[in-house]
């Protein structure tokens, strides 16, 4: 199943995808996609619906983050070989773990705002794993069972805040509309082989990053494991595993987004996202 989230911000509705590629209105029969909403059982009891009984919704409504009340947004970095090559990082050995606040969360066709005194916006698709079931210690062999599905997200960063104003990586990640998540949830029933997907982002019509999961340095299993060995995760928590190369702090010299520019973001089999960068209002 392909499930989304529509409406006004902080009034959006669950929904699903049908096989015409029309919206159908979940919110007689299901609960809003945040935590135990998008448990694996609770996705599993919709997974009988006939969607052609549910209300269409109109075309152009707009569509929120897939997911909701985030309990935690977390993310991976220098996950990709090639992307940990053009920064001139060495590899890890273990992976990099950060988080993201959840008030950057937005949706998948929101404007992306350059917030306030940034210098050096930049791009990131990502993989995004949703957890469906509480976590603690799974093996990798076990990993995919507490996963519920997948999404697309635009990791947007902040990277003189990021790197060059010390702490952690959270300050230059976590600015308002730098989480746009969706357009929808796809249920790993979908998406057999996590490793094999193809992943970009189109920089105003130019193709700035071109890869595939394979070149994950550390695959979904083993971020999840690994993840539920120092931390409970917990249904509705989000992962976003890393970006590809082709982000503007690799390129030489570095680009940075501006005003005017338009991001499109994609995944093998999870959608399509696109957002417009507009300038920090006032």
């Not at 996963?147 to 947007?156: E, H, K, L, P, Q």
């Not at 998540?181 to 249920?187: L, N, Y």
Request: proline fraction near 8%; glycine fraction near 12%.
């Amino acid at each position: 199943m392909k499930l989304l989230r529509f409406g006004p911000k902080g009034h959006e509705k669950p929904g699903a995808l049908d096989a015409g590629g029309t919206i159908r209105d979940l919110s007689g029969v299901a609960a809003d996609f945040a935590g135990e909403g998008v448990s694996i059982a609770a996705l599993e009891n919709l997974k009988g619906i006939d969607l052609s009984t549910l209300p269409a919704v109109p075309a152009g409504t707009r569509i929120g983050s897939c997911v909701a009340s985030v309990p935690n947004f977390f993310c991976v970095g220098l996950n990709y070989a090639r992307h940990a090559a053009e920064t001139g990082a060495t590899p890890p050995t273990e992976p990099i773990l950060f988080a993201k606040a959840t008030s950057a969360l937005s949706g998948p066709y929101d404007d992306v705002i350059i917030p306030k005194g940034s210098t050096k916006p930049d791009w990131e698709a990502e993989l995004g794993i949703v957890i469906g079931a509480t976590a603690e210690h799974v093996s990798e062999a076990d990993a995919l069972s507490v996963v519920s599905g997948y999404c697309v997200i635009n990791d947007v960063s902040e990277r003189h805040w990021q790197a060059e104003r010390g702490g952690t990586w959270m300050k230059g990640k976590s600015a308002p509309t730098f989480g746009p998540t969706g357009p929808w949830i796809v249920t790993k029933d979908e998406i057999p082989d996590p490793q094999a997907l193809d992943i970009w982002l189109e920089l105003s019509g130019e193709k700035v990053q071109n890869s595939n999961t394979s070149d994950m340095i550390f695959s979904v299993k083993e971020i999840v494991a690994y993840m539920s060995s120092l931390m409970t995760l917990q249904p509705g928590d989000i992962i976003a595993t890393g970006t590809p190369e082709g982000v503007g702090l690799g390129m030489k010299p570095p680009r940075w987004l501006k005003p005017g520019d338009v991001m499109k973001v994609g995944v093998t089999g999870l959608g399509v996202q696109e957002q417009k960068v507009v300038a920090y209002p006032g």
